[in-house]
Structure formats: structure tokens, C-alpha cells
């Protein structure tokens, strides 16, 4: 009599699997995982679609002015922070750059309105470049001036640099494989920022 009953409602619901879209009851042959979660193909195919046009969405349209201030605000306060902080320590602290790549990448997607595409990564790439030029004059032209001013000599560095030999010549001063390697990572930081998503490809069935 035992082999004839029913099973339990519980073992039953368990050995089921529903659409998280839909509430269909799921097949093995239209089930397609996403993550923690389960769809149907037809929900499936419908999200993913809403998804690509989404992330299609964002490299369109693109305000480039907008996009350039927030690079140029967000490569600004890099610049402050790394000066400020060589004034405050007496140490020039290549790190910092690391930093200013990311601000300037932040503000790049910031305030183009979450946009992303390769034209916001050349700008946000070299925007940091030429931020990183600016706080490498200003932090030399820091060390420089302090040792002027030890030695009692009355000449001082000026920013900005009265010309292209002295800009060179301060910007180049105590230039090493560091500052390469530094250099290297904050252009990488404000590029991948505003790096384009992809999505990962539909798997085929």
C-alpha cells in the first residue's frame, strides 16, 4: 500500500524549475541558467536583447564637451592631490599618478552621463597624460625651488614654464624607469574607465 501513495507535495515542487521571468515550468531542453538564476529561452532571448541594446546605448550620443570637462576636473584634482601632498610630506610619491589616472577616467563617465566607448578612452588616456606632465613640472619645480632657496640663491622655477627647454629640462629632472612604470599604469587606469562593456556571447545551442 505504501508503493501506491502519492508523492509528497514538497518532493514535488522541489524536482521543479520555473522561468524567473515567467513563472514557466522549465524543460531540460528550454532552460538556460544566468547566473543564481533560471530562464526560459524566450525570456531568455528577450532580456538579453533588452541588455544589448542597453550597453549598445551607452557608446551613443556621446557629449564629448562634457566629457572632456570631466576629464579635465577629475585630471585637476589629481594634479592638487599629488602636489599638495609632495608640499606636505617633502616626498614625491609616484603612486599618487595611479590616482590621477582614476580621477580622470571617473570623470570622463561621470560627466558624459555614464556613457562609454574607444572615443572616451583615447580622451580619458590622454587627458591623464598631459595631467601627469602638469603635476610632474609642478612637484620637480617644488624640489627645485626648495633647493634654491637652501642654497640662498634667489632664483625660482615659474609655472607656468617659460618655455618648451625649461619645461623639458624640469619634467625630465631625476626622470627614471619608475616613473615609466608609473606613467604606464595611470594611462591604463583612465583608459579602461571609460572601456566599452562587452557582453559574454550567447551560448550556442
Not at 572616451?120 to 587627458?127: C, M, P, T, Y
Request: net charge neutral; hydrophobic share 50%; with cysteine.
Amino acid at each position: 500500500m505504501a508503493a501506491d501513495e502519492a508523492p509528497a507535495p514538497h518532493e514535488v515542487s522541489a524536482s521543479e524549475e520555473r522561468c524567473a521571468e515567467c513563472g514557466k515550468l522549465l524543460t531540460p531542453i528550454d532552460r538556460v541558467p544566468a547566473g543564481d538564476r533560471v530562464f526560459c529561452t524566450s525570456c531568455h532571448a528577450m532580456l538579453r536583447q533588452q541588455i544589448e541594446t542597453a550597453v549598445a546605448a551607452m557608446s551613443e550620443d556621446v557629449n564629448y564637451v562634457n566629457a572632456t570637462l570631466g576629464a579635465v576636473l577629475g585630471g585637476a584634482a589629481g594634479v592638487a592631490v599629488w602636489w599638495g601632498v609632495t608640499v606636505a610630506t617633502h616626498w614625491s610619491i609616484g603612486l599618487i599618478a595611479v590616482g590621477l589616472g582614476w580621477a580622470v577616467g571617473w570623470g570622463t563617465v561621470q560627466f558624459s552621463g555614464g556613457k562609454r566607448s574607444q572615443g572616451l578612452q583615447v580622451l580619458s588616456a590622454a587627458v591623464a597624460c598631459v595631467s601627469w606632465v602638469v603635476a610632474s613640472y609642478l612637484v620637480n619645480m617644488t624640489f627645485i625651488n626648495r633647493s634654491f632657496a637652501e642654497k640662498g640663491d634667489s632664483f625660482r622655477v615659474p609655472f607656468p614654464p617659460t618655455s618648451l627647454d625649461m619645461a623639458g629640462k624640469v619634467i625630465g629632472a631625476g626622470f627614471g624607469i619608475m616613473d615609466v612604470v608609473f606613467l604606464a599604469i595611470m594611462a591604463w587606469e583612465a583608459w579602461k574607465f571609460p572601456r566599452p562593456l562587452r557582453l559574454v556571447p550567447a551560448a550556442k545551442g
